[in-house]
């Protein structure tokens, strides 16, 4: 059984094998693509594509074209989140955590500015801009709605089929939000779910690669037809419990947490539960 997820403005899902599929599709905003963020841009040269943060408030990122940065993709803007996460700096709703106790640290990174918690990400002196690098309350709040919607569309459509993750045996990850997805990041998020990780596989801007096919080769065109003819659509509407998912869902990684078996062992060792 196999599942692929185009993660977008609208998140396309597609579940099935070679005898069937079954596809839905869920709005889960422009975050992952760079809108709707201060900070945000699309994955082109100078966005930062990938974040690690330390719970002492060191920061380690790398940019696409490896110049100064510019802003945030949503490849970053994932690691970012999940990052503040690992790190302390957010709750499990997504609050960041104002410590006034530590404004001399290199952990003193959250503030107030214009009536908002953000986190200072990159310095000014350091952007290919000389503008600060932000993520603000505003910013995971988009991004926690969107995986929320994707990630309550895959599990419905499961669902539908009486399956669970656990029968995945492939799970394709789409989409331009960056060059790179990191799998145990994306799980943390409550962006994919909690299987093995070699089951997973990022596999690019697909729509656009399918598009090229579709130009270059009248056989793919052809192809790419008949397939569109023997996919089944699912509305999401249909399901009476989408909303409930959906705001199970906002949470980091999830309000249920026996959905994230691998997150949970890692949230109680660092008693972070």
């Known amino acids: 059984m196999t599942m692929l997820i185009d993660i977008g403005t ?25 809108s709707g963020v201060k900070c945000g841009m699309k994955a082109s040269r100078g966005a930062i594509e990938r974040v690690e943060i330390s719970p002492e408030g060191y920061i380690r990122y790398r940019t696409i074209g490896g ?12 690691d970012a ?57 505003p910013d995971i709040e988009n991004l926690l709605r969107a995986k929320a919607a994707i990630y309550a569309g895959a599990k419905i459509l499961l669902k539908s089929m009486g399956l669970e993750f656990k029968d995945l045996e492939q799970l394709f990850i789409a989409g331009g939000f960056g060059n790179y997805l990191d799998r145990e990041k994306a799980i943390i998020l409550g962006l994919i779910p909690d299987i093995p990780l070699e089951r997973v596989r990022f596999v690019g801007n697909t729509s656009i690669i399918g598009a090229k096919m579709a130009l270059l080769s009248e056989e793919a065109y052809e192809r790419a037809h008949e397939i569109a003819k023997s996919v089944t659509y699912y509305d999401l509407i249909t399901y009476p419990y989408y909303y409930d998912e959906f705001i199970s869902a906002k949470f980091l990684p999830h309000t249920d947490l026996s959905q994230f078996p691998t997150v949970a062992k890692r949230l109680e060792e660092e008693a972070k539960v």
């Open 81 to 137: 989140v999940a990052g503040l996460f690992q790190a302390g700096y957010i709750d499990r709703s997504g609050q960041l955590l104002l410590d006034l106790d530590l404004d001399s640290s290199p952990r003193a990174r959250v503030r107030e500015r214009d009536g908002q918690l953000e986190f200072l990400l990159v310095p000014a002196g350091r952007t290919e801009t000389g503008k600060e690098i932000v993520i603000t309350q």
């Open 67 to 78: 110049i100064r940065p510019k802003g945030l993709c949503g490849s970053g803007l994932i």
């Open 10 to 34: 609208n998140g396309e899902i597609v579940l099935g094998n070679r005898e069937w599929m079954l596809a839905c599709s869920t709005s889960a905003g422009p975050a992952f693509e760079g």
